[in-house]
């Protein structure tokens, strides 16, 4: 596909959309279905309260009827997806915001490591530190934002987002996971809820996944993996079950992060199963707040002290940011931004 045929993308899918559906609906089993519900309908009619048979069958073929209806729709709206996702893949745009983007987060892990980052915790804070005060964005400023329109469908470079100056959970976590595997470390995108240590609690979000919808990063290292969440600065280690994580250092008794296994697995697009299943395989690290102090303490007098040479660095990839922005936005197509309120970090700067 060439960079002009990136605008035609939307109008390839609603004809693929249609026609695909079309032949959902028309299917000999759908047919067949419709024509069963038709006549029983029809001899319900007609025979009227004299047998109530007919009215039973009338129902369970109509259910049939609304069900592959159903079923229709959510598997054409699924063809369409992956078919934009394919079409957007086969772009040139596609291919130079994949091709800056893994430039930009070797240039990160390769800062790090001269930086003689060599924890994950460290790298991790460190990683948070850059974020908020703007230097792994173009315009020199990161701000939590939703979207009003997101097209984003292609997980694969939701860390680009970062680039922009804005994004959500899903883009700084995957951002951050790229750069822990890029530097060697087995980390996994996972998706988790708020929970709090009450029975009432574990019910709830066992039988509500909707309210897992924030995404964090699992990392393993050398000492076991955990969880650091970057958009809230939170670390947390997991419980004995590995269900639930306990939120290192929160003031707020007993609250915990829900792991939504499950809901990640139906979210496969968003996640590498090797990474996935080196992080479920292994042990939990043991961690407290005298550890995460002391990794936030180190992490800022290398911030301080290096301070010439981050921003040296951020002149050095700075027209790379804003290339990288600059194609995930035409991908994306995300636009009416807005910023929400009572979601915004409030970040201090240093």
């Not at 988790?192 to 909707?210: D, F």
């Not at 419980?239 to 008794?253: P, R, S, V």
């Not at 992060?257 to 090797?274: A, F, K």
Request: with cysteine; net charge positive; glycine share 6%.
């Amino acid at each position: 596909m060439t960079s002009r045929q990136l605008c035609n993308v939307s109008e390839k899918v609603a004809s693929a959309y249609q026609s695909q559906l079309t032949s959902f609906l028309t299917d000999q089993r759908n047919i067949a279905k419709l024509i069963s519900f038709l006549t029983s309908l029809g001899l319900t009619v007609t025979m009227g309260n004299n047998n109530m048979l007919f009215p039973i069958i009338t129902g369970a073929t109509g259910y049939a009827l609304t069900t592959s209806i159903l079923k229709a729709l959510k598997d054409t709206k699924d063809f369409s997806l992956e078919y934009k996702r394919q079409l957007i893949r086969g772009s040139q745009e596609y291919h130079n915001c994949v091709d800056l983007y893994d430039s930009l987060v070797e240039d990160i892990a390769h800062f790090f490591r001269y930086l003689n980052l060599k924890d994950s915790l460290d790298i991790g804070l460190f990683y948070q530190c850059l974020l908020y005060n703007g230097f792994l964005s173009y315009n020199g400023d990161f701000n939590y934002h939703k979207y009003n329109y997101d097209g984003g469908i292609c997980p694969e470079i939701y860390g680009a987002r970062i680039s922009s100056g804005t994004g959500v959970c899903r883009h700084i976590a995957t951002n951050l996971k790229d750069i822990y595997e890029k530097m060697g470390f087995t980390a996994s995108y996972l998706s988790v809820g708020g929970a709090k240590s009450t029975w009432v609690s574990n019910v709830k979000t066992r039988i509500m996944p909707s309210s897992i919808n924030h995404a964090v990063v699992c990392v393993k290292d050398t000492y076991g993996k955990y969880i650091i969440d970057p958009t809230w600065e939170k670390v947390a280690t997991f419980d004995n079950d590995d269900k639930f994580a306990h939120i290192i250092g929160n003031t707020e008794k007993d609250s915990r992060y829900v792991i939504g296994y499950t809901t990640l697995i139906n979210r496969r697009h968003l996640l590498n199963y090797d990474s996935y299943v080196g992080v479920r395989k292994s042990p939990s690290a043991i961690l407290d707040t005298r550890d995460v102090n002391q990794s936030y303490e180190f992490i800022m007098s290398v911030f301080y002290s290096q301070r010439s040479r981050i921003l040296d660095f951020y002149q050095y990839i700075s027209r790379k940011l804003e290339q990288i922005s600059f194609y995930e936005q035409k991908i994306a197509n995300y636009h009416d931004v807005d910023q929400v309120s009572n979601l915004v970090l409030t970040k201090q700067r240093f």
